[in-house]
């Protein structure tokens, strides 16, 4: 072989190891379900070739077991406040590499700013998206269980016995998130939202035993196509999902009206952050992809079709008016005033309420 074969033998291996690099370049993202429009994602490949891995899941629960016990491949995992605060004591999370991020300037300073509680600096996370937690109706069917002055802007609906009683024929269900449930029974009662007082908390596992009889199902994704298909007339949930309900069933035009509710004694506001698992075999892609999501157009692509409201200021000017323009994903200043958010739950606190709450699921 004479030198110069050889030479091109070299350079011709490493343009196909380059092309191949790039190729096998991927990010693994775990998200919550329906909460995304997927040509996000295929425009991301088409733009970067790095290929998507995604995942879904539908409770912090199951996201934090996997955090804590480490090594999940993931590199974007994108936990609510109160869990991603306890999960960067933790130790589960790399810092954000913020040169690497220049979008980083089209957020929105208020959300950054009540973000700074959960994530100080927002030193490890974006936020993603925000809502709020309340009640998902079918119009028709509420109304036909309990007239037509049904208590339909109230957590009454669902809390007292009275009425609940009377949607159990046509289906409830409630979210299976004890750190969202608990919260509303215990503001419902009168008691601070964010209480971690032994004694309160099991008050609010009271509550919640005493309409349990009367829930057919406790899940945190099932609700969209229950809603929508007219298979339940109640559901707890949150709000975009419900929004979707309310559009799928518009689209099949099958009759079914849905509705949204922020209850009038109040509902907790969340914030969902992308944040990058300090063991995250792909660091570089899960940048890419964060300050993807950053731009402008891209993330109000996502929040025009999930009806939530997101952290990005820069995308306003791009979503639809029945998205901005709609106080139960983009709450008016007196709304929001009615929304409470909640702190993590000590270790000791936090074992209390998981006993409750299996408890109240378990009907014990
Ligand atoms: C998406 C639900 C995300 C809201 N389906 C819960 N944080």
Redesign the pocket.
């Known amino acids: 072989m004479t030198l110069r074969t050889m030479l091109t033998g070299v350079a011709v291996l490493s343009l196909m190891s380059g092309a191949a690099l790039a190729q096998d370049r991927t990010v693994n993202v775990y998200n ?4 995304i429009d997927e040509s996000v994602l295929e425009d991301f490949t088409k733009e970067t070739g790095i290929k998507v891995v995604y995942d879904v899941f ?1 409770s912090n629960e199951v996201l934090e077991t996997k955090l804590l016990a480490g090594g999940t491949g993931y590199d974007v995992v994108v936990p ?1 406040g109160t869990f991603l605060a306890r999960q960067i004591q933790a130790g589960v999370f790399s810092e954000l590499e913020k040169d690497k991020l220049p979008n980083l300037s089209n957020m929105w300073k208020d959300i950054e700013d009540r973000v700074e509680k959960y994530d100080p600096g927002n030193a490890y996370s974006i936020n993603y998206m925000w ?1 709020s937690t309340g009640i998902g109706y079918n119009v028709d069917k509420v109304k036909a269980a309990l007239g037509e002055d049904a208590p339909v802007d109230s957590w009454d609906l669902v809390f007292k016995p009275e009425n609940i009683e009377k949607l159990k024929e046509c289906g409830v269900h409630m979210l299976d998130a004890p750190a969202e449930m608990i919260p509303a029974a215990l503001n419902y009662l009168g008691l601070d939202p964010d209480s971690k007082d032994p004694s309160e908390i099991e008050k609010a596992g009271e509550l919640l035993k005493s309409v349990r009889p009367s829930i057919q199902k406790f899940h945190s ?1 099932e609700y969209i196509n229950a809603l929508a298909n007219g298979d339940i007339c109640v559901a707890i949930g ?1 709000s ?2 419900v929004l979707q309900a309310r559009d799928r069933a518009a689209e099949v035009d099958n009759g079914v009206t849905i509705e949204y509710a922020i209850p009038k004694e109040g509902a907790q506001m ?1 914030f ?1 952050q992308m944040a990058i698992p300090a063991d995250a075999p792909n660091k570089a892609e899960a940048h890419e992809f964060l300050d993807f999501i950053m731009r402008p157009d891209v993330m109000a692509k996502a929040s025009n079709v999930v009806y939530y409201a997101n952290g990005n200021k820069a995308s306003q000017e791009f979503l639809n008016e029945d998205v901005i323009g709609d106080a139960a994903i983009y709450p008016d200043e007196a709304t929001v005033q009615n929304l409470f958010t909640t702190t993590p739950y000590p270790p000791k606190v936090q074992r209390i309420v998981t006993r409750t709450w299996t408890g109240v699921k378990s009907g014990q």
């Open positions: 919550w379900s329906d909460y539908d609510t809502g994704s949150w975009g999902d969340w969902d």
